[in-house]
């Protein structure tokens, strides 16, 4: 019964926030431009500056790169948020060498999709799965159910509706909370949390709303950044491309080991 109700209540949640929300992405629709043959290094992160090509397409918005990447993120959005809410962020990603595919579809765990097309845009590299709030919920499945292709997920204040998990996957994951956030419950926040293994980072950013992620303000619904939105953003790079860094230095550690 406990479990029906978190179910409803984040339903209702989906629901209350879309009617809040005034969203528009003006579409252009067009094929990525051709990248370079050249392998993106990822021995340190930090150090590339590659230049991206960004582009929209009727069910995402890519951020490539312009090298060949070896990873690559899936991030699925927050109730009805328009895909270039996230733009900062997601461009910050991809300028380090990682291929960012942004989904359009505003109600990804509500209404979520059985396959996954960007998956397809780059076959030979690992993804890092991710999202925001309800968008978050849809992650965790996407990874539970694909995790060959999963390197790592990456979760913005999450929320779930769905019953996947990762807490039986040995999956890296980073889970970011905002301390200011009033648009989950602690109910809503324990029932996302409940989801992760016990590798999982958890991080509080401190002085940050549920939507400081992007670029829209839910306003009265959600608490108040505390800081400047700029410092609170470069502190969710900074931190997403250490956790990045560390499952990049992993995999090359094991894949030395098999020489």
Request: charged fraction near 25%.
């Given at each position: 019964m406990k479990k029906r109700f978190f179910t409803a209540v984040a339903a209702l949640m989906c629901i209350a926030t879309a009617a809040v929300v005034i969203t528009a992405l003006a579409l252009s629709y067009g094929d990525c431009a051709p990248?370079?043959?050249?392998?993106?290094?990822?021995?340190?992160?930090?150090?590339?500056?590659?230049?991206?090509?960004?582009?929209?397409?009727?069910?995402?918005?890519?951020?490539?790169?312009?090298?060949?990447p070896g990873y690559a993120?899936?991030?699925?959005?927050?109730?009805?948020?328009?895909?270039?809410?996230?733009?900062?962020?997601?461009?910050a990603l991809a300028s380090r060498g990682i291929a960012v595919a942004v989904s359009s579809n505003p109600f990804a765990d509500l209404m979520y999709e059985e396959t996954e097309k960007a998956f397809d845009l780059y076959p030979e590299a690992q993804y890092f799965i991710g999202g925001h709030s309800q968008g978050g919920g849809a992650a965790i499945r996407r990874a539970a159910e694909n995790?060959?292709?999963?390197?790592?997920?990456?979760?913005?204040?999450?929320?779930?509706?769905?019953?996947?998990?990762?807490?039986?996957?040995?999956?890296?994951?980073?889970?970011f909370e905002a301390e200011n956030d009033k648009v989950l419950?602690?109910?809503l926040k324990n029932n996302a949390a409940a989801r992760m293994n016990d590798e999982c980072e958890f991080v509080l950013i401190e002085g940050a709303n549920h939507m400081c992620y992007g670029e829209t303000d839910f306003g009265l619904i959600d608490g108040e950044n505390t800081r400047?939105?700029?410092?609170?953003?470069?502190?969710?790079i900074l931190k997403t491309l250490t956790f990045i860094q560390k499952v990049a230095d992993k995999k090359l550690t094991e894949s030395n080991r098999l020489l």
């Open positions: 990248r370079a043959e050249n392998s993106i290094s990822y021995e340190d992160v930090f150090a590339n500056t590659y230049d991206v090509t960004v582009t929209e397409k009727s069910d995402m918005l890519l951020y490539a790169p312009e090298g060949e993120l899936l991030f699925y959005v927050g109730t009805a948020m328009s895909a270039d809410n996230y733009d900062y962020v997601m461009r995790t060959d292709k999963t390197a790592g997920v990456i979760l913005f204040s999450p929320m779930t509706i769905n019953d996947s998990t990762l807490a039986d996957k040995d999956i890296p994951a980073i889970y419950s602690e109910d400047p939105l700029a410092e609170i953003q470069d502190e969710i």
